[in-house]
């Protein structure tokens, strides 16, 4: 057998040699809009993989498969995603249109649990986006404010001053908000549909008293 140089070839092989095991696959994508963002801003081999579940024949591999995209975590407020202390502001490269899918990634697992439990309606390869909301900066900040009574600002950055500051990794990532998040308005509509009792961003803001202390 010849050696498996990449994560994608053993993945793949993984795959080609276990279908009969598996009756129902659940697999993270990666949006595939923009050949750019895919090819070398995010994970290329996850791309790849999808491409090759996508392409293998249904009725001899997986009976049922789900494509899932998450959105991004509330929890990253607290981690990197952080305004300035000092100035209570969120100094980011987002445009004033680009909303961001945001959801509590403690929800994940009831998305998953739906598509298990219905395989014929959430499956024919089809994606599922895993999103409570769709909100930009401006609103974000009016749902922290009546919420934790603070006045959080935003004020967006110019890519070439945000690498001053940030990862180029960050710095890109979120420029997919500005040029493709924004494009399927019905995100959260979609994901209502399997679960319609996402936990909201004002009630992730009270569960975890962000900004209240």
């Given at each position: 057998?010849?050696?498996l140089?990449?994560g994608?070839?053993?993945?793949?092989?993984?795959?080609?040699?276990?279908t009969?095991?598996?009756?129902?696959?659940?697999?993270?994508?990666?949006?595939n809009?923009?050949l750019?963002f895919?090819?070398?801003?995010l994970?290329?081999?996850?791309t790849?993989?999808?491409?090759y579940?996508?392409?293998?024949?249904?009725?001899?591999?997986?009976?049922?498969?789900?494509?899932?995209?998450?959105?991004?975590?509330?929890?990253?407020?607290?981690t990197?995603?952080?305004?300035?202390?000092?100035?209570?502001?969120?100094?980011?490269?987002?445009?004033?249109?680009?909303?961001?899918?945001?959801?509590?990634?403690?929800?994940?697992?009831?998305?998953?649990?739906e598509c298990?439990?219905?395989?014929?309606q959430?499956?024919?390869?089809?994606?599922?986006?895993?999103?409570?909301?769709?909100?930009?900066?401006?609103?974000?900040?009016?749902?922290?404010q009546?919420v934790?009574d603070k006045?959080?600002?935003?004020?967006?950055?110019?890519?070439?001053?945000?690498?001053?500051?940030?990862?180029?990794?960050?710095?890109?990532?979120?420029?997919?908000?500005?040029d493709i998040?924004?494009?399927?308005e019905?995100?959260a509509?979609?994901?209502?549909?399997?679960?319609?009792?996402?936990?909201?961003?004002a009630?992730?803001l009270?569960?975890v008293?962000?900004?209240?202390?």
């Open positions: 057998m010849l050696p140089e990449s994608y070839e053993k993945l793949t092989h993984d795959i080609n040699c276990n009969n095991w598996f009756q129902n696959l659940i697999f993270s994508e990666i949006s809009e923009n750019f895919v090819c070398f801003l994970n290329r081999s996850k790849q993989v999808e491409n579940i996508r392409q293998l024949p249904q009725d001899s591999t997986f009976p049922y498969a789900t494509f899932l995209q998450t959105g991004f975590y509330y929890q990253n407020f607290t990197f995603f952080v305004p300035d202390p000092t100035k209570l502001e969120f100094r980011y490269p987002l445009l004033s249109h680009a909303r961001i899918p945001l959801y509590d990634v403690r929800d994940t697992g009831k998305i998953i649990r298990f439990r219905h395989p014929e959430w499956e024919s390869r089809q994606t599922i986006p895993i999103v409570a909301e769709q909100l930009t900066m401006e609103a974000i900040c009016a749902r922290i009546e934790t006045n959080v600002h935003f004020v967006p950055l110019p890519y070439e001053e945000a690498l001053l500051k940030l990862h180029r990794e960050t710095v890109n990532n979120l420029r997919w908000y500005n998040g924004s494009i399927d019905r995100q509509e979609k994901t209502n549909q399997i679960w319609p009792k996402m936990n909201t961003f009630n992730w009270r569960e008293q962000w900004l209240m202390e």
